[in-house]
T-cell receptor, first 117, second 115 residues
């Protein structure tokens, strides 16, 4: 069965410092991996995805994520955090279509990122 | 705004009443998904359409839930005989079926409160 784990409920970072939000996954086939951000009273916004190719993917707002197949991880990173990055971050996975996936995403529980000035 | 829209944004209803939510996807997207999100949890998949065909339903989707997507455009999600456990945020997402940009784009959600 597909699953996603976000081991940290909350991550606290000082503005200007690098940030990492952790994600590990489990799928039986090739994974398609996604990061979404959710601001209060708003829907999820797509940040970035990994499908194939380069293990380091770049996305919106200066975020990037590194796919590590051996560790089944897809950690979200940013070199210099901003106060405005404070939000709820969700990692999601689906199997590739060759595995019979219809495309529905399996989400982690979310990690609250708090960036202090 | 050419994003995914949902209506209403908030719905308060009494237990036992029926409610219906609407989702308008991004116009060129042929896939449409419904998810449910409760406090402190990530979204959970409910059901999925490709064009007008409902292709997959989660076991979370009890017999009281029904979804439609007539003509492959907007979709409705109806909950009959609501229960307090149905209180949640209901999210709609749409995507292309294939191609380089098949990530799902989410609407703002409909927050349901059952009293």
């Amino acid at each position: 069965a597909q699953s996603v784990a976000q081991p940290e409920d909350q991550v606290n970072v000082a503005e200007g410092n690098p940030l990492t939000v952790k994600c590990t996954y489990s799928v039986s086939g090739n994974p398609y991996l996604f990061w979404y951000v959710q601001y209060p009273n708003r829907g999820l916004q797509f940040l970035l995805k990994y499908i194939t190719g380069d293990n380091l993917v770049k996305g919106s707002y200066g975020f990037e994520a590194e796919f590590n197949k051996s560790q089944t991880s897809f950690h979200l990173k940013k070199p210099s955090a901003l106060v405005s990055d404070s939000a709820l971050y969700f990692c999601a996975v689906r199997e590739g279509e060759e595995g019979g996936s219809q495309g529905n995403l399996i989400f982690g529980k979310g990690t609250k990122l708090s960036v202090k000035p | 705004d050419t994003g995914v829209s949902q209506d209403p944004r908030h719905k308060i209803t009494k237990r036992g009443q029926n409610v219906t939510f609407r989702c308008d996807p991004i116009s060129e997207h042929n896939r449409l998904y419904w998810y449910r999100q409760t406090l402190g949890q990530g979204p959970e998949f409910l059901t999925y359409f490709q064009n007008e065909a409902q292709l997959e339903k989660s076991r979370l989707l009890s017999d009281r839930f029904s979804a439609e997507r007539p003509k492959g455009s907007f979709s409705t999600l109806e909950i009959q005989r609501t229960e307090q456990g149905d209180s949640a945020m209901y999210l709609c997402a749409s995507s292309l079926a294939a191609g380089a940009r098949f990530e799902q784009y989410f609407g703002p959600g409909t927050r349901l409160t059952v009293t």
